[in-house]
């Protein structure tokens, strides 16, 4: 049993690097993004009150998406693990997934940060916008989920620094260099 929290600011590859790491670990994931789109595909009462605030880069208020993980977390007990992908966001939120974790006799594992250059990140997410057609893959609300990390995402690296659960990786290069990269820091704290 392993849980993982892997963070990074948008575009570093939590999405890209969970899907590996699922299939090396056989663990569950948990994307609070990826639920939240989900639920505005589905026409959901959750999901229309989460698009504006999706849609213009903010974040998604803490209630709703603590909700929506405590809910996830319940139907998913017999699971070998988590990796969490964007979640926790806030300090708030990083304390009410402690809190749940521990009604289940749980803990954060690790939180593995990605390290990516700013330039980097917005040729990534632009790259992507042709693709898939994201819709908050647009360069002005990109800049805005960038500031939105900085101000209220990032202090959560001093948050897991001070429990000691914090490790730190090089986000450029391949996604496979990469994913080497994780998979040593995730082997050494197993
Ligand atoms: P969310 O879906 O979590 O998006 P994000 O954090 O902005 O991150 P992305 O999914 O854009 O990037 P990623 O790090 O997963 O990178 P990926 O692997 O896709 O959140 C979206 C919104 O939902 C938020 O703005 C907020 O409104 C709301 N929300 C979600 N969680 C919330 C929460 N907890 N609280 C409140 N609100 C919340 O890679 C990006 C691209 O780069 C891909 O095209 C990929 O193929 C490519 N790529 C990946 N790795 C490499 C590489 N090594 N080299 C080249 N290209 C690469
Ligand atoms: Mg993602």
Known sequence: MINIVLFGPPGSGKGTQSEKLIKKYGLSHLSTG?????????GTELGR?????????????DHEVIAMLTRRLAGSKDSPGFIFDGFPRTVEQAGALDQELEKLGLRVDIMVSLEVEKEELIKRLLLRAKDTGRADDTLEVIEKRLEV??????????????????????????????????????????
Request: net charge negative; proline share 3%.
């Open 49 to 61: 009150r989460a698009k504006s605030y999706m849609d213009a880069g903010d974040l998604v208020p």
């Open 149 to 190: 990390y900085t101000s209220q995402t990032m202090p959560l690296i001093d948050f897991y620094k001070k429990m000691n659960k914090y490790a730190s990786v090089d986000g450029m290069g391949s996604v496979d260099d990469i994913f080497g990269r994780i998979v040593r820091v995730v082997d050494d704290c197993k």
């Open 34 to 42: 990826d639920i939240l789109r989900n639920e505005i595909a589905e």
